[in-house]
């Protein structure tokens, strides 16, 4: 696999990989195992940039990711995002800073 390009965030910033691996499906119609092996390959390849919310398949993303991400690199940059409805969970979906807070927690 080529190795993936990075570039600074800003002037001087931090290297980000130009290709931000997204986490939609995992939990859902990716397993634990699979995930890990997508997760090693993308690190292997040079990338740094892992994309989740707290809305993908019910959370399990984040929650996988959670698991999974003990022996990532030093450099992850890891996004989520915030203000969407969670299904069953009072008071989501806001920016709120009482959701944010409790969200990120």
Not at 58 to 64: H, L
Request: glycine share 14%.
């Amino acid at each position: 696999m080529t190795a993936l390009h990075r570039k600074a965030l800003g002037r001087g910033g931090p290297s980000v990989s130009s290709l931000c691996l997204g986490t939609m499906m995992f939990g859902d119609q990716t397993a634990s195992d699979e995930a890990a092996r997508i997760l090693e390959a993308f690190f292997a390849a040079g990338g740094n940039f892992v994309d989740t919310a707290d809305t993908y398949t019910g959370g399990a993303s984040e929650r996988m990711l959670g698991e999974l991400l003990g022996d990532a690199p030093d450099d992850l940059f890891l996004a989520t995002k915030a203000g969407n409805p969670v299904a069953g969970v009072d008071g989501s979906g806001s920016l709120a800073p009482a959701w944010l807070t409790r969200a990120v927690e």
